[in-house]
Nanobody
Framework: QVQLVESGGGLVQAGGSLRLSCATS????????IGWVRQAPGKEREGIIC????????YYIETAKSRFTISRDNAKTSVSLQLNNLRPEDAGTYYC?????????????????????WGRGTQVTVSS
């Protein structure tokens, strides 16, 4: 059974940092791309970033490029998302996700939030 479990969310002041983690199981981790998606209250989910096994990270929102970093650990079958210089507008539920079974590559920009398997999410709150 494919499973994704996020952790690391919390409350942080604007300008602060958080490190989110996504623990995975049930599939051949090194072959799949893993993405992070967030959803703010009252808004649609938006793709943030994705990492595959063989290419640089794919960013889906411009504001993440200078502040967020994704990394993967094939030995631990986990993916991390480092969030720096957080802003109030970054608040929301953060999900890790993958396309399964055909998910070797990250989604194209138009489909940055389109995945088949999702974790339950971790909450990020940013105070101003």
């Amino acid at each position: 059974q494919v499973q994704l479990v996020e952790s690391g969310g919390g409350l942080v002041q604007a300008g602060g940092s958080l490190r989110l983690s996504c623990a995975t199981s049930g599939f051949t981790f090194e072959k799949f791309a893993i993405g992070w998606v967030r959803q703010a209250p009252g808004k649609e989910r938006e793709g943030i970033i994705c990492v595959s096994h063989s290419a640089p990270a794919t960013y889906y929102i411009e504001t993440a490029k200078s502040r967020f970093t994704i990394s993967r650990d094939n030995a631990k079958t986990s993916v991390s998302l480092q969030l720096n210089n957080l802003r109030p507008e970054d608040a929301g539920t953060y999900y890790c996700a993958l396309r399964y079974p055909d998910g070797n590559d990250c989604p194209s920009p138009r489909f940055g939030a389109v995945y088949d398997v999702w974790g339950r999410g971790t909450q990020v709150t940013v105070s101003s």
